[in-house]
């Protein structure tokens, strides 16, 4: 079966410090990876999605970049945090190979707080 | 950019009683998601309807889909305390690899 984890589950970071949150999909091969950010009582924003290796598509211009070192692995990198950037972020995927939607499943998500 | 917008925002009802929330999205697709999140957690897929369906049932779920009017609803039947969660319709704007969320409705099931 297919699983997802993705850590730290919580983060207080300080304004201009780095930040790397990790994302690993386990049971699946090539899948499609999202990084989302939702604020306090709202939606889901779209920041950064994968299709296949090294390959990024960005969403939303910003402090953050995203990485795919490896088929199952998806990266959320900042150099310098700003306040703006906290927020709970989730990483999902979906099946890859087909290009019409699907389910997608979520890690549990990490909760950033920059002071 | 939002594609799907819940309505209504939040929504507050006695346990046994039906739920219903309403998703509105703006540009054509190929499947609309219902999706679940608990305070705090990860999402969950509830269910998803393609297209060329007009109706979906899932257990004590019922979806429907317009596509000429761009809408969705999702009924909860015979509403239990553990309901209580926020609920998301999702989309593939256009049929690519995005998958796109609305800001949620906020459900509040009262025991």
């Known amino acids: 079966s297919q699983t997802i984890h993705q850590w730290p589950a919580t983060l207080v970071q300080p304004v201009g410090s780095p930040l790397s949150l990790e994302c690993t999909v386990e049971?699946?091969?090539?899948?499609?990876l999202y990084w989302y950010r939702q604020a306090a009582g709202r939606g889901l924003q779209l920041l950064f999605y994968?299709?296949?290796?090294?390959?990024i598509s960005s969403e939303v211009p910003q402090n953050l970049s995203a990485s795919r070192p490896q088929d199952r692995q998806f990266i959320l990198s900042s150099k310098k945090l700003l306040l703006s950037d906290s927020g709970f972020y989730l990483c999902?995927?979906?099946?890859?190979?087909?290009?019409?939607?699907?389910?997608?499943?979520f890690g549990q998500g990490t909760r950033l707080t920059v002071v | 950019s939002q594609q799907g917008e819940e309505d209504p925002q939040a929504l507050s009802i006695q346990e046994g009683e039906n739920a219903t929330m309403n998703c509105s999205y703006k540009t054509s697709i190929n499947n609309l998601q219902w999706y679940r999140q608990n305070s705090g957690r990860g999402l969950v897929h509830l269910i998803l309807i393609r297209s060329n369906e007009r109706e979906k049932h899932s257990g004590r779920l019922r979806v429907t889909l317009d596509t000429s009017k761009k809408s969705s609803s999702l009924l909860i039947t015979a509403s239990r305390a553990a309901d209580t969660a926020s609920y998301f319709c999702?989309?593939?704007?256009?049929?690519?690899?995005?998958?796109?969320f609305g800001a949620g409705t906020r459900l509040f099931v009262k025991a």
């Open positions: 049971g699946t091969s090539n899948p499609n």
């Open positions: 999702a989309t593939d704007e256009g049929g690519g690899f995005k998958t796109i």
């Open positions: 994968s299709v296949g290796i090294g390959q």
């Open positions: 999902a995927w979906t099946r890859g190979a087909s290009k019409v939607g699907t389910e997608a499943f």
